[in-house]
């Protein structure tokens, strides 16, 4: 993590770049707000360039078009109706949003939309504080009203306002929780968590696509026992992925201090050593196959004379209960294979 003299340092870089410096003026000269927002601000703060740049602005689609049309090599609208519009300069893909203040269908994550006229109110609903940053351009005024550098110095994942409204609002947040945690080795903070275990329920009206994406990018991090611990400990896991709660019911034979829970994740650790050691990059299908390597041991389980325990053809049985969980989760058929 640097500090926060060297996160302002990395900004004011990134905000000398003749990109967000065209942008920014654009935007002004047309009698807009325009900001950098979200990942690309956070993660200059951790001292990385994020792989997608996100603003937002209180013009609305049809104005930011107007605005980017003569400047971009290309533009597209294909998220038009949640006032998001794309473009690429150079090498650079950009996407621009107008301020939104969503509401939500209970029954539903999908928002209705409502654009919005202020930057805090939009920064307001997003997922978490470490992503409700934003640099005002071509200002380059940090602005930061929920305390989000606060917990991205303190490595704490916390919701802007109430966890149970926004766990409400959008289930999937619970797993972006997971899937931070994962990614950045940062801690749920005990009052978001305990939202998410209460509400863990709400996962289920996500569909299973959502639900994998996320899953892979939690994998794919550097510390997916953090995520994975998250998900078990909040009852997720028992909806998104059941195989893995119920490991922690049995002991390995193998290793009797340790059940098979434990063993699990500990043998998730020493694939992605394994990378390192090949200097492979993160492999989903590797780590995942790490996962569910022993999900065929509950359904084995046999006591045996003197007090042993077998769990003869796990492996196969096993095979069987991956192929199926992928199946729901709507992963490929070569992955699955």
């Known amino acids: 993590m640097q500090t926060v003299a060297q996160a302002l340092e990395n900004l004011e870089r990134i905000t000398n770049e003749p990109l967000f410096v065209e942008l920014g003026k654009r935007f002004a000269d047309a009698g807009f707000e325009l900001s950098l927002v979200g990942g690309p601000v956070r993660d200059a703060f951790l001292g990385r360039k994020a792989p997608d740049l996100d603003f937002t602005t209180n013009a609305k689609p049809d104005e930011i ?3 980017l049309k003569p400047f971009v090599d290309a533009h597209w609208d294909i998220g038009r109706e949640f006032g998001t519009i794309g473009a690429r300069v150079g090498n650079d893909q950009i996407e621009i949003t107008t301020y939104r203040s969503d509401k939500y269908d209970p029954e539903s994550r999908k928002p209705e939309v409502a654009f919005g006229s202020d930057l805090n109110e939009d920064l307001f609903r997003r997922d978490f504080t470490i992503n409700s940053l ?3 351009l071509p200002e380059k005024t940090f602005v ?3 305390n989000g550098l606060r917990d991205l110095l303190g490595g704490t994942i916390r919701t802007p306002g109430k966890p149970e409204d926004s766990f409400s609002d959008d289930p999937l ?4 929780a997971a899937r931070f945690a994962s990614q950045l080795g940062f801690e749920i903070e005990p009052e978001t968590f305990e939202a998410m275990t209460a509400m863990a329920s709400r996962i289920e009206i996500i569909s ?3 639900v994998q994406a996320e899953f892979v990018k939690l994998m794919l991090g550097k510390h997916p ?8 400990d909040s009852g997720i896991a028992e909806i998104v992925l059941p195989e893995l709660p119920a490991l922690r019911l049995e002991v390995d034979e193998h290793h009797h201090h340790k059940d098979v829970y434990e063993h699990t994740l500990t043998v998730v650790e020493q694939a992605i050593g394994y990378e390192a050691k090949y200097e492979l990059e993160p492999d989903f299908t590797l780590r995942f196959a790490a ?5 065929g041991k509950p359904a084995t389980r046999r006591l045996e004379p003197g007090g042993g325990v077998s769990f003869h053809q796990h492996d196969l049985v096993g095979s069987r209960i991956a192929k199926k969980r ?3 989760l709507k992963f490929d058929n070569d992955t699955t294979k």
């Open 65 to 67: 078009l107007a605005v």
């Open 134 to 136: 934003a640099l005002r």
């Open 144 to 146: 930061d009203p929920f």
């Open 173 to 176: 947040r619970m797993m972006r």
């Open 208 to 210: 299973a696509e959502r």
């Open 225 to 232: 026992r953090l995520g994975l611990t998250a998900l078990v």
């Open 291 to 295: 996962l569910l390597h022993d999900c």
């Open 326 to 328: 992928m199946q729901a």
